[in-house]
Each structure stands twice: as C-alpha cells, then as structure tokens.
C-alpha cells in the first residue's frame, strides 16, 4: 500500500487564541432529494470518500485544534459516522458534535442562533459547510482578516472567493452571475449582488466616496468559507428574521455600511482549490476536479482519505484509478478520467468511461458506462446503458435497460429490463408527499427527521391536515414491506407493491419524485448532464437560495414568468400568504416582509404595492400557482361583474380584507410618492398589465370597482389627498389610452375638491369669526 502523504498546509503563524471551526452538516437545500431523505448529503461519497471527510481533513491540516459540527436532519446517522471514523477521538483536534432538533431548526439562521444561545464559540472562527472540497492555505487568508480585526473591530467576517472564474466554468459548475464590488486598497466588500432577478447590477454611488478606487468584479465565486467573529451569531440572534449568510447577513450589513455599521471583507484565492458541493450539477463538476488532481493532496491515490479503512488506489495512465480487488474481463475497456473500487466486477465487452464506480459494484457484459456515478453495490445489467446518471447503493438496472443523462436513482431502486427511465427522473423506494411539490426548500430539508413520526408531520408543516402520497406518508427510510417488494423485484419475482412502472418498468421497484416547485413558480431541474453551449435554451433552473434561476423550459413564453419584476412579486406574495396562514400579528408579518425588502434592495414602495395586490386577490379564486396550504385563504370565485349585485359584493369583501389588513399596508407607505405609486400599480392590477399579464388574479373584476377601491384607500388613511392630486396631474398629461382609469375616478376626485373647498371655507370663516 503506498505511503500516506503528508498534508500539512497549516497556519504558518499560529493565533495565540485557539482557533474554532463551526461546519454546518445540514445542507439546507434541497438539491438532492431524494437521495438525502435516506442519508445526509455531507455523507455521500465523492470520488469514494464522504464529503465530509475532505471538510475535516482539510481543517485539521490547516491547523484547526477544535472543531464544532453542527447537525439536526439525520443527525444520529452523522454522529455515527464520525464516531466510526475515528474523529471523535482524535488527539490533535477535538470535535464536538452539536444536536438540534429538526423541526426548530429550518435555515441557517436558526442554526447560527442555536451557536450563539450555547456560547461555544468565543473568538475567530472558520465557517464552513461540510460539503466543501478545498485544499487552499488557510494562514494567508486568517493572517489578513487578524490584521484587519486588529485596526478595526467592525471588521467581523472575510469570505474566501475564488478569483478568474470564467463564465463557461460557472455554467459548469452551475453557478449564477455574481457582482461584486470592493475597496481596492483594503479589499473592503462594498456590493454582493446576484445577477439573474434584474437584467443588470445597480452599484450605489456612496459606493465610490472618499476611496481612491474601486473594484467592479464578474469573476469572483463564493467559496463558503468565511472567517467570523463571534459578532456575526450575535447578528443572527439580534435579527430573527435573518435566515441565510449571504441573502440577509450579508445584504443587511451593507445596507447599513455607510451609518457606521460592521464591515465585510474579501481574500481573493487565485491559488489553490475550494469548491462546494451544492448540486447534483457541482458534484459531478467537483469529482472530475478529484480526478483530474486539482484538489491534491486529497485525491484517490494519496490515500489519505479516509482516516480509517484507508483505500488502496493507484493511478495508470489517462487518469484511471484501480483500487486493489477489482476484477477486469480481458475485454473490457476502461477509458480516462475513471476510479473503480474494491470488489467491483466489469464483465466482457463492457465500457467504463469518465465514471466513478464505488465498491462491490457489478457492471455486465456489454454494458456501457459513461460519466455516470455508481455508489457501492450497484449494478448494471448486461448490454444496459448508464450516461451521465447517479445510481445510489444497490441500485439494480435491468438488462438492456437504459439510464439517460439527468437521472438520479436512490437507494435500492430497480429498473426493470429492456425499460428507459425518463430523462432528469428523480426516483427513491420512499414515496414524495402530495404537498412536497409546493414546499419550499427550506421545509423540504426536514421533511424526513429523526423518527418516521416526525419525518410525516414534517412533510406537511404549513397546512392544516395531513396528505398521503401513493397511500404512504413521507418517512425517512422505506417500509419493510417496500423493501422486501424491490428484493422481490431485484430477484426477478413478482412484488405486491404498486410501484411506479411508467418510470422503473413492469418489475421495477421506484416511485418517481417531481422536483419541488418552488415559492416562485419555478421548477428546479439539477442535472449532472453537462452544462449545455453557451446561448442554447436552458435545461435546468438552479436552487434559490444561493444562486439566480433562470425561467423553467415550460415558463418560457409566459410573460408572467419573464418579467424581471416576478420574482419580488412573488417573494412578497408568498410571504403575506405564510404570515396569514400561520395567523402571524402584522407587526411580526411587517418585519417579515421588511427583511425581504433589505434582502432585495428594495424600496418601502415595491413592498406595498405587491400587499395590497396580495390582499385584493384573496377576494377571489386561488390563482393556478398558488401553493396548497394557501389556497383555503381564498374566495369562491366572485360574481359576474357585469351586474350590480356582483360589483356590490365584491366590494364588501374587498373592504372587510383592506380593513383588516391596511395597517400592514400602511407600514410601507412612507411618503406621498410612495401613496402615488400604489395607485399606478393599482391600475396594473386592474387593466392585468405588466407583471400581473397572465397571472390569474382577477385584476379585470377590479376595474369595475375602481372608483370604489379609492374610497377604500381614503377612507382606511392608505392614501392621502396629496397624493391622489399628484397621481391626477400626472395622468393628465399621459396618452388617451393611459388616462381611462382617471376618467372613472373623475367623481371622486371632484368630491375629494369640494370636500376641500368645503373645509377651508370653514376654516376662514372660524378665523373670521
């Protein structure tokens, strides 16, 4: 067995204090559903090896003495993995395992406020997640944010982004566009702003006082590693709204900058290698990296991962590595950039090609192989076809089955012989809970938690009863009996289980997962196909949370989807809808909405506007995007319109809703020209124009009312007199076609000028008097 290799690229000055890294084991994402509703992510092997080892592998030779994980979703299983990894007892660092429950801890935020509550971390820390691959030097990068700690305690937080990244590689590694903007004297962060919600980047102009220059960067990609002080969990504990690093801390702390607030920082890696494992798309990009050694010393035939049950792989040419044990037929063929493990048997005729094959793997005679991800105990039937697909352990493809590109089978999944599973299919022997499409990302991650019992109610946190999927609730594990059913299937036997046949074939053993639809209306699509030509249609949507998505395929000629105003629409929408639902007071769903608005950049405006539009269309039906758990605040579909008994009622319920929630409205409306863009949005709404064009609100029965809905804003204080006199001299001199709502308010304007008039003749003749 080949030496282990010395991997210390630790701290060239050691901190007189000890240095703490914090690694969040729960992804809070939901990219790879369903594979993690039976194992957490930070488990799944890379290249072989559990990504959480290359995490703690790296901290430790960096000179980390005490480590802090943190784990909620399937926390037993990573305690148990650490514990029989030998990292529980390691002399030279110590790592301390931090349980929360599941269900109170749904975002990164709330992990950060738990941190902060038990008081464990005291100085600089390292923030990472565990689903990093790195083996960039840390010292540079702790040495400049000490120094800037040191000059200024505003400075509490450095991130490590990685510099000349190009936009064919963050296709490749599925990332969006990223803006940034920095000092370029003090590497101070000045802007970190997402392309992809608007067509371009809007950079402030306080941006450019008092510095000599300023740098405006497209080529930076954030690693996920930050170096923090104890300051940024005191941030987190101060706003409980805040619930993600980059989207809240980060944006609020820059919103603030320039009245004296806390400070970010960037060090620019341009050597070395840090990637994070957030997608299917990242890791299939991330194991060619391993392959191709990028990443050492942590690739396949240093040996060095894991610590225990150390492998025994050596490299041959073209970037192919055998571990000791694998059995080759004298005709099969194994093309570059590939790794098979021990155990693993490839018969005649068969094709191994810029794969990862795990241990104990079978792959039959003729079969073909091609950019696939095989996890231990898989196989491959005879003359079947695997092309850039991820089969889970003991997964069983039939002969002359096929597996296209984008496809992700979980663990112990059958495909039936001669059958092709669809393109990009997400298929697992658990059964996906009816209301898990419309969940958002953060409520899938623990949909599956440390008992089956929880694992149900999980799934359908947010609604009012509970929903079966296929007569199944949503559970961590597969039942005995569907297990029992899919070794039936593997064996060739008929099975009592009604699986899914259109997508594992008759004798197959799977029930197919629909990506979640997310608060948006989009429908996330991770591929590890490759990323397409650049200008070609897309075929995959990314995850919110942490990058821009594109338009899903099927949304593509929707205008609705398309306008760049959509997404805020629909943030704010989701978000009244959430606050109503769970019966939350208006100054709590105030606060809510408030953080969306800074996580934006938005203005009070943008924020008012879309309530009352929220408020008018729970007069009616849901609309077609509206997720489930919602739809129960809606109305039965209104009365004609066209008669006056229709008209009459739909006023009624539209005043006892603005009634109600005018104070929530009334938050957001700082000035008169805040008043005057609600009424211009109102007229959107109801002529259904622009970002209101195709969705289904029922603006047009609005516009029957309109005279009366601005009685409603006087009456409720929403709009004052000022204002509708601005908005009236504005309309005034606007195209015939733009003036049709200012003809139909003509009577209430004139009664709002005689009321006028009336008071100050009063008021002249009290003064007389």
Excluded at 406 to 419: D, I, Q, R, T, Y
Aim: net charge negative; aromatic share 6%.
């Amino acid at each position: 067995m080949p030496a282990r290799v010395k991997t210390d690229t630790g701290l060239d000055a050691q901190p007189k204090e000890q240095l703490t890294a914090v690694v969040l084991a729960d992804s809070f994402t939901q990219s790879f559903r369903p594979l993690t509703v039976e194992r957490p992510k930070v488990l799944l092997p890379l290249v072989g090896v559990p990504l959480i080892e290359y995490t703690l592998e790296w901290l430790v030779s960096s000179g980390i003495t005490e480590v802090v994980v943190f784990c909620c979703a399937h926390a037993e299983q990573v305690q148990q993995h650490l514990k029989r990894a030998g990292w529980l007892n390691q002399r030279n660092v110590s790592v301390q395992v931090v349980v929360e429950l599941a269900m109170a801890c749904t975002s990164a935020g709330d992990a950060f406020r738990s941190l902060d509550q038990k008081d464990l971390v005291k100085n600089t820390f390292v923030l990472v997640s565990g689903d990093v691959v790195v083996n960039m030097d840390l010292a540079a990068a702790y040495r400049e944010h000490r120094e800037r700690r040191q000059a200024s305690p505003s400075a509490i937080l450095t991130l490590v982004m990685k510099a000349g990244t190009s936009e064919a590689q963050r296709r490749r590694l599925g990332e969006g566009g990223l803006v940034v903007a920095v000092d370029a004297r003090s590497q101070r962060l000045l802007r970190y702003e997402e392309q992809g919600t608007r067509g371009a980047a809007a950079l402030d102009a306080h941006c450019w006082g008092e510095r000599d220059a300023v740098e405006v960067r497209t080529d930076l990609v954030d690693t996920g590693i930050y170096l923090c002080e104890p300051d940024v969990l005191a941030l987190f504990s101060d706003n409980w709204d805040y619930q993600n690093m980059r989207r809240d801390l980060m944006t609020g702390i820059l919103s603030e900058e320039e009245l004296g607030g806390k400070h970010l920082y960037v060090h620019e890696l341009r050597r070395g290698y840090a990637a994070r494992v957030n997608n299917p798309r990242t890791y299939d990009a991330v194991s060619r990296d391993v392959l191709c050694r990028w990443t050492f010393p942590f690739v396949p035939d240093t040996n060095v991962l894991p610590r225990t049950n150390v492998p025994s792989f050596r490299m041959a040419r073209h970037g192919v590595y055998q571990e000791d044990g694998v059995q080759l037929a004298r005709t099969a063929t194994i093309v570059r950039d590939t790794a098979i493990g021990a155990g693993t048997v490839v018969e005649d005729g068969a094709m191994v090609e810029a794969s990862v094959v795990g241990r104990g793997c079978r792959i039959g005679r003729g079969a073909h192989v091609r950019g696939a991800y095989l996890l231990d105990g898989a196989v491959v039937g005879a003359h079947a076809c695997v092309l850039g697909a991820l089969l889970a352990n003991g997964v069983r493809v039939g002969d002359n089955a096929v597996v296209p590109p984008g496809a992700m089978l979980s663990f112990n999944v059958v495909v039936a012989a001669e059958h092709e599973v669809p393109e990009h299919a997400r298929v697992s022997l658990c059964c996906q809970a009816q209301q898990a499409t419309t969940l958002s990302d953060d409520e899938l991650e623990y949909t599956s938690s440390s008992s089956p019992a929880q694992a149900g109610r999980g799934a359908m946190r947010g609604s009012e009863g509970s929903a079966e999927a296929h007569d199944h609730e949503a559970d961590e594990r597969p039942s005995q009996a569907t297990l029992d059913a899919a070794h039936a299937a593997a064996s060739g036997r008929p099975c009592s289980v009604a699986f899914d046949e259109d997508v594992v074939g008759r004798g197959g053993a799977g029930y197919l997962w629909p990506p979640p639809r997310r608060a948006d209306g989009f429908v996330p699509r991770h591929s590890l196909a490759p990323p397409l030509p650049r200008g070609a249609a897309p075929d995959v949507a990314w995850e919110e949370g942490e990058t821009a998505s594109p338009v899903a395929a099927e949304d593509a000629g929707d205008a609705f989807a398309n306008d760049p105003e959509a997404p805020f629409k629909r943030e704010v929408s989701e978000t009244f809808l959430r606050c109503a639902q769970l019966g939350f007071d208006q100054e709590y769903a105030g606060v809510e909405i408030n953080g969306l608005k800074i996580a934006e950049d938005r203005s009070f405006a943008d924020c008012a506007r879309y309530i009352l539009t929220s408020v008018m269309a729970l007069c009616g039906p849901a609309p077609p995007r509206t997720r489930e758990e919602y739809t129960s605040l809606f109305c039965a579909p209104p009365l004609p319109t066209s008669t006056s008994a229709g008209r009459a009622d739909l006023a009624q319920r539209l005043q006892e809703r603005l009634k109600k929630w005018a104070p929530l409205v009334q938050r957001f409306l700082k000035e008169d020209d805040d008043q005057v863009e609600l009424l211009l949005t109102l007229e959107e709404f109801c002529s259904e124009e622009g970002v209101f064009e195709g969705s289904q609100e029922g603006g047009r029965h609005f516009a029957t009312i309109f005279e009366k809905i601005l009685e409603m804003l006087y009456d409720l204080d929403l709009v004052g007199e000022d204002a509708f006199q601005a908005w009236a001299s504005e309309k005034a001199h606007a195209e015939e076609d733009e003036r049709v709502y200012l003809g139909r308010a003509q009577a209430f304007l004139r009664w709002l000028r005689e009321a006028s008039e009336e008071d100050e003749s009063e008021s002249d003749s009290d003064d007389d008097s």
